[in-house]
């Protein structure tokens, strides 16, 4: 029996094609683009995924589920919200524009209702598997339960197959039992730069069962399936199989002339294969040879409706790219526009009148009250808008962090978490920890002890039961709150990505904090960056910073990642030297990570006092060090408190004749303090400044500035107060177990002459002072940069450097 939907169907999936192609054009147009092969529009990958989505998101899909969009496909997605009443005319006149719709999926941007941001692609691909087992652990601590389970979807373009971080999703999501996970390849056999190479196919169909996935293959359209019934229709069928890549597509591109010479020319048989063929007019030749798997709206929607389990499925979907435009099949269609006259031909196809092109039901057949009712009862879209919120979780006035007269920032870390398991409640129940393979190492081990590993089944701790002593204690349950990943930072980041998002997908509140060593933070940098532009939520604890692991050498060295930290948009970036200065930033954080700024004036007006925009949230990096430091005794006074968040406070207050300052962050404080002892018996007044968050100090001056820029003259940071009373002459020394560029800048908040020491070499083994001393880091080596930063009385004990 033929769907009754179908029509219907077909209808909406011209309409989408037209108003994703009229929104390209148009928004070319406008910029002067008008003709040829012009920056991407993607109006071919755009009409490649056409059928696709259309049956996805106006038949198969339910409003639980959550779609990754392939990033080219973005005219589409944009399409078809703009028909559900969800994207305006407006932001699709401006597509590509300031403020308009974006090019790729954005959740921060578009108003669309966009379930993920897709950009820098595989990464999109990966997140729905990780958001999957994110509902696995959210489902299985209790939470949700009145909420049925969602797939997860992705719409993957072949070409991202070739990204790396897909094959190590793949891996972890066979170690987890991943389940209600569906991939849709775009299978068109055409890259930005080149077809498809031949027999991927098979590599993919057999990757993809190797991980537990089902395999569903969409090649032969309706139109193709009926041909293989007729007399010659299997010769037909192998001379498709057999038929490489690169030819299909040129073949495509030619049209119904040089399909039938070509196929007369291989298949000819002045039998059934030819009466088969000239039974065909070109143009149905043409629809016939382009009528593969992902075209076909029938055979599409029996795939998805037939899946009646939660195993993994891979759709692996033939497509033509560039289909139903005069672009499909060139190997240079990637960034093709349809020049004018194309368009023309294209409006005239579609029966769009001019000055109607954003109308809605404008050239469709079926009457307008038909197509409106059918719209109206789109599952997908019955609910509405269907992001979530969840309520915020309390956080106590104030974290126990057990402190010992000598300890380490790590070691904090991970006494922090050991009293908040221990002390339970709402915030700790929420927490849910992460590693890629060194929980251990990154003092993650208490937690787990107290709270367990996830796992949706139960694993005793073998050890334990055969009564072996062992200091960790991993059993595996749905009620643990670890998720123990491989090594591989891509996979840390983009579960961090799916656990930050958990309040807006899943309706409910996690805390993530994931733990790695800082020098790999660059190995899943392009992941970390799109957690951040998705506006995930996570505390993210790398350890140990620069080069404090001494004899390791360069590979376990981190240099850069203070700068990652001070330009990582939505990212909060600390590194403390004291444990109690940790504690106070752990607590601000898990506030500061379930914040959000509901209004435009909290998002674009900042705090006057610090010049931070502290309201609208955002995630956390806290940069930490496994050497250990004596600890202050003091008093964490609330001033003392709101200083270490807005990123500086005065260890050690310089007096009204200081001619030096020495300004420090992180792990190198002893000998920042000592450099000060050695040149107060010679200079007066020093002040020691403890930066906490170099991000925060810059950010504030950076936001103060542009306030004075725009009138308000008497916007002052907090740096600017902090170095204020400074006599011009007074020099600065910074120093950091990290990139000197990380704190440079402070001579120029009110333009004082300053020394920038820090780290930029690896490879060097040692211990910490052989290698402070080989970078000039050292104490005497800031002695040195004083002298050199304010010249006067000569420092005593002062050495010369190596």
Not at 611 to 624: A, I, N, P
Request: proline residues 5%.
């Amino acid at each position: 029996m033929t769907d009754p939907r179908l029509p219907v169907l077909a209808e909406l999936e011209k309409k989408i094609l037209w108003l994703a192609s009229w929104t390209i054009h148009n928004a070319n147009h406008l910029r002067g683009n008008e003709d040829g092969m012009k920056v991407g529009g993607h109006q071919a990958s755009s009409a490649s995924l056409a059928t696709i989505m259309t049956a996805l998101y106006m038949a198969a899909l339910k409003p639980q589920d959550r779609v990754a969009v392939k990033p080219h496909a973005s005219p589409i997605f944009h399409a078809i919200n703009y028909l559900m009443g969800l994207q305006t005319r407006e932001k699709l006149e401006n597509f590509r524009g300031y403020k308009g719709a974006q090019s790729y999926p954005s959740r921060t941007k578009d108003i669309d209702d966009v379930d993920f941001s897709t950009g820098s692609v595989g990464l999109g691909v990966a997140q729905t598997l990780f958001s999957s087992l994110v509902q696995d652990y959210v489902k299985a601590h209790g939470w949700a339960a009145e909420r049925p389970e969602g797939r997860m979807v992705a719409l993957i373009g072949d070409a991202e197959l070739d990204e790396g971080n897909i094959f190590e999703a793949l891996m972890e999501g066979w170690k987890h039992g991943l389940r209600n996970t569906w991939w849709v390849i775009d299978y068109n056999r055409q890259s930005l730069d080149a077809v498809i190479r031949e027999g991927l196919y098979d590599r993919f169909e057999q990757m993809f069962r190797n991980f537990g996935w089902d395999v569903v293959t969409l090649k032969y359209g309706s139109l193709q399936q009926a041909a293989f019934r007729e007399p010659g229709g299997q010769r037909l069928k192998a001379w498709i199989d057999a038929c490489p890549n690169q030819l299909y597509s040129a073949l495509t591109f030619q049209g119904g002339t040089a399909w039938r010479r070509r196929l007369m020319d291989d298949l000819g048989d002045q039998g059934p294969v030819t009466q088969l063929i000239e039974a065909r007019s070109d143009a149905e030749l043409s629809r016939l040879m382009c009528n593969l798997g992902g075209h076909d709206l029938p055979s599409i929607l029996e795939a998805f409706e037939s899946i009646d389990h939660d195993r993994p499925v891979c759709f692996l979907a033939y497509t033509v790219k560039g289909f139903g435009l005069p672009l499909a099949g060139h190997k240079d269609n990637h960034a093709g526009l349809m020049t004018k006259e194309q368009m023309e031909g294209f409006r005239a196809a579609n029966r769009i009148r001019p000055g109607h092109e954003w109308d809605l039901f404008e050239g469709l057949e079926l009457p307008e009250s038909q197509l409106r009712t059918f719209l109206a009862e789109v599952p997908f879209f019955a609910r509405g808008r269907r992001r979530m919120s969840a309520a915020t979780l309390p956080v106590p006035e104030r974290l126990e962090a057990g402190i010992q007269p000598v300890m380490s920032t790590q070691m904090g870390f991970g006494k922090v978490l050991d009293e908040i398991a221990k002390r339970g409640g709402p915030l700790a129940d929420r927490i849910v920890t992460t590693a890629p393979d060194v929980t251990v190492s990154t003092n993650l081990g208490p937690w787990v002890n107290r709270r367990g590993l996830f796992a949706r089944a139960s694993m005793a701790d073998t050890f334990k039961d055969e009564r072996i002593p062992s200091m960790q204690k991993w059993e595996f349950s749905p009620q643990g709150q670890h998720i123990e990943l491989g090594i591989a930072e891509m996979n840390l980041f983009i579960t961090l990505s799916a656990l930050g998002l958990s309040h807006e997908i899943f309706g409910e509140r996690l805390i993530p904090i994931g733990t790695l060593y800082d020098p790999f933070i660059s190995r899943g940098l392009d992941a970390l960056n799109y957690a951040c532009y998705q506006d995930a939520r996570f505390m993210v604890v790398a350890t140990p910073s620069g080069v404090t692991l001494a004899p390791e050498g360069g590979a376990h060295q981190s240099i850069a990642t203070p700068l990652i930290g001070m330009s990582q948009d939505g990212l909060c970036a600390f590194e403390p030297a004291f444990v109690d200065e940790l504690a106070v930033m752990m607590r601000w954080s898990f506030a500061y990570m379930q914040r959000h700024g509901e209004s435009e004036a909290q998002i674009m007006d900042p705090a006057e006092t610090s010049w931070l925009r502290d309201e609208t949230g955002g995630s956390v990096y806290l940069r930490l060090s496994t050497r250990q430091l004596e600890q202050p005794k003091r008093e964490m006074t609330p001033e003392l408190e709101k200083e270490i968040i807005d990123g500086a406070y005065w260890l050690r207050r310089p007096g009204p004749n200081a001619s030096v300052v020495i300004a420090y962050s992180g792990a190198v404080a002893p000998e920042a303090i000592a450099a000060v002892g050695l040149l107060a018996e010679d200079r007066r007044d020093v002040g020691l400044l403890a930066i906490t968050s170099a991000d925060r100090l810059n950010a504030g001056w950076q936001a103060a500035e542009r306030a004075r820029q725009r009138g308000q003259h008497d916007a002052t940071s907090h740096v600017e107060r902090l170095l204020g009373p400074l006599s011009r002459d007074c020099g600065i020394v910074s120093v950091i177990d990290g990139h000197p560029a990380t704190l440079a800048w402070l001579g120029s908040v009110h333009g004082h002459r300053q020394k920038a020491l820090g780290v930029e070499h690896f490879g060097q083994t040692g211990t910490v002072a052989d290698l402070y001393r080989h970078f000039g880091i050292d104490a005497n080596a800031i002695v040195h940069a004083a002298q050199a930063a304010a010249p006067g009385r000569p420092v005593r004990h002062l050495k010369a450097l190596p």
